[in-house]
């Protein structure tokens, strides 16, 4: 099957740094590609969709301008976590969907850590 | 809120035996989606289920679809410690591919 990756697998950063996290699309192109948030113990929360060559589609609550979200290919995302928090410690997973057959490829996750 | 709610929470079972979880949702759907999650890693994708299915086998996976009842099963037949993982559905809703998840059956099968 589509294969998805992200980089970096995890990360530990300081409280006010901002963070990038990529996600790729190996073997197909995306023009669509999804970011979803996951708290241990958790579900995985939908925060926004990512379109190419336009603005990033953001769910209720998301912080759009904390949150900021490139999709400057046909092949990568990129998540950036600006001024970055302890609360914002979280797990996140990228998703690319296959819209013939509704199947989304996830990505292996990121976890970040804020401290 | 979530679309679909996985029951139960958390399973605990010994190795070689059957596990069913379900997942109740509120809305029509386009289709339902089962993935496995183990600790700390992305999801993997188990079965698909239209809406006009009743049900589908993938190996050892039984899916199960009731639209009247707004509910589907999976179940894990002879388990084994690896199926040791999170379980959750996910709908899609009327005209949308998007899927929204599920908190969760976490699975535990015991060697």
């Known amino acids: 099957g589509a294969v998805v990756s992200q980089h970096p697998s995890w990360v530990i950063c300081k409280s006010g740094t901002s963070v990038k996290i990529e996600c790729r699309s190996l073997?197909?192109?995306?023009?669509?590609m999804f970011w979803y948030r996951q708290f241990p113990k958790q579900s995985l929360m939908l925060m926004a969709t990512?379109?190419?060559?336009?603005?990033?589609?953001?769910e209720q609550g998301v912080e759009k301008d904390k949150f900021l979200i490139n999709h400057a290919s046909l092949t990568l995302s990129t998540l950036t976590v600006t001024s970055a928090h302890p609360e914002d410690s979280s797990f996140y997973i990228c998703s690319a969907p296959d819209r013939d057959n509704y199947e989304q490829y996830f990505g292996p996750g990121t976890r970040l850590t804020v401290t | 809120s979530q679309q679909g709610e996985e029951d139960p929470q958390a399973l605990s079972i010994q190795e070689g035996e059957n596990a069913t979880m379900n997942c109740s949702y509120k809305?029509?759907?386009?289709?339902l989606q089962w993935y496995r999650q183990n600790s700390g890693r992305g999801l993997v994708h188990l079965i698909l289920?239209?809406?006009?299915?009743r049900e589908k086998h993938s190996g050892r996976l039984r899916v199960t679809l009731d639209t009247s009842k707004k509910s589907s099963s999976l179940l894990i037949t002879a388990s084994r410690a690896a199926d040791t993982a999170s379980y959750f559905c996910a709908t899609a809703l009327g005209g949308s591919y998007i899927p929204t998840f599920g908190r969760g059956t976490s699975l535990i099968v015991h060697p």
């Open positions: 073997d197909f192109q995306a023009t669509t």
């Open positions: 809305t029509s759907i386009n289709n």
């Open positions: 289920i239209r809406s006009n299915e």
């Open positions: 990512s379109n190419e060559g336009s603005k990033a589609t953001y």
